[in-house]
């Protein structure tokens, strides 16, 4: 078996992607493997890809039809005798595929496993910076933390891989130290994709700004903070004060002062509706504006006390809907475009009940991608009576 280059207007249904498939802005579209529906290769051309590789028999010329297994059985002629593969409705209840769900996958993976040692010792030694700084008012060591943020960095290729890390490391997840861990490594990423100008300096500064935009947590009583139960407004309001200390904190430190503010503003929008002073999108620094998309896409797609984590593709929903008014757009979208990426062959469960596979990737709409469920496939901006409910781990 073998590949072949064909232009897209001569690709016809059920073929087989044998490579993946990128935008001219090194987008992925649809992953190897992928089984080519009409629609898809609508998509394609829209975007104009003008040619793509199909899996091929032993030949070289005929294309392999359908997903079945391979191996050495022969080729045959596009649609002779394949039933229509189009998206549409899936039998409910079909059977999952029968493969290894990707999060195990990557979870058994030798990088996994030194991520993720890594991460949890730079955790164990964050939380005693924090409470140093905070009960001792000691001041804080950047060049120490910031070279154990770096070495989990390190563990990861690039940003789609630093994404599946994180998603793995989910069930560590607590209100404050990994919390702060998993916005400052977003933070990075966010800098590198936004910023590509960005010095290294400001690149640090920015991740320090991650990993201490909630110290002042610490200040807030754990009854509340880890409090199962909706808050109250009181409580509501004594948690919001963690911007005051955090502040208070920070700007007596030896830090950039850029992180101290970061501290204080983090909760605000652009367009007004944040605190502690509903400032909008000019008065804030661009590091305040990236870690207010880090910590609330963290905070969404983590467990907390009294709620389980949204599923990822609603909380891009979340700022798909929302996110223009009280986001900066400059640094939102080069992140989502990216973080959706990551959720490409991943196994979710649909509203429906049916669980499926991402294929692809509706730029247009990225939290509604398309997936196949056994051999039928929704295209998601399509069906809007059908949403991902969950990833399934």
Request: some cysteine; aromatic content about 6%.
């Amino acid at each position: 078996m073998g590949s072949k280059r064909v232009f897209t207007s001569r690709v016809t249904e059920n073929m087989v992607a044998a490579e993946d498939v990128y935008t001219s802005d090194e987008q992925l579209l649809i992953p190897e493997g992928t089984l080519l529906t009409g629609e898809i290769i609508d998509a394609l051309k829209e975007r104009s890809i003008f040619a793509i590789r199909v899996k091929v028999g032993k030949d070289g010329q005929t294309p392999i039809i359908g997903d079945a297994e391979l191996g050495d059985a022969p080729a045959v002629a596009p649609l002779e005798g394949i039933p229509d593969v189009s998206l549409g409705k899936g039998a409910l209840g079909a059977e999952p595929e029968e493969e290894k769900n990707y999060y195990q996958a990557v979870r058994e993976t030798k990088e996994f496993q030194e991520f993720q040692e890594t991460f949890v010792q730079t955790v164990d030694n964050l939380k005693d910076v924090f409470n140093r700084v905070v009960m001792q008012n000691e001041q804080i060591d950047s060049e120490e933390i910031l070279a154990e943020v770096q070495d989990v960095v390190s563990k990861s290729r690039n940003s789609l891989h630093v994404l599946d890390m994180l998603q793995c490391m989910k069930g560590y997840d607590d209100v404050t130290y990994v919390h702060s861990m998993n916005v400052s490594l977003l933070c990075n990423l966010i800098g590198k994709l936004a910023l590509p100008d960005i010095s290294q300096e400001d690149l640090q500064i920015l991740t320090l700004a991650g990993l201490l935009h909630d110290v002042g947590k610490l200040m807030v009583p754990d009854d509340v903070l880890l409090k199962p139960d909706r808050l109250t407004i009181s409580e509501y309001n004594l948690v919001k004060t963690h911007v005051l200390h955090g502040n208070n904190i920070l700007k007596n430190s030896n830090l950039d002062p850029r992180i101290a503010e970061v501290a204080m503003r983090h909760h605000e929008r652009c367009d007004g509706s944040g605190y502690p002073g509903k400032y909008k999108k000019d008065q804030t620094s661009a590091f305040a504006r990236i870690v207010a998309i880090a910590d609330t896409y963290d905070a969404m797609t983590s467990d907390r006390p009294f709620r389980k984590a949204i599923c990822p593709f609603e909380a891009i929903h979340m700022f798909e809907r929302e996110g223009r008014l009280q986001y900066d757009v400059e640094y939102v979208l080069p992140f989502l475009t990216t973080a959706v990426q990551a959720y490409l062959n991943t196994h979710v469960r649909l509203s429906t009940g049916e669980v499926g596979r991402v294929v692809m990737i509706n730029k247009d709409e990225l939290s509604k991608p398309v997936v196949k469920v056994g051999q039928m496939y929704y295209d998601l901006t399509k069906e809007r009576d059908i949403a991902i409910e969950s990833l399934m781990d």
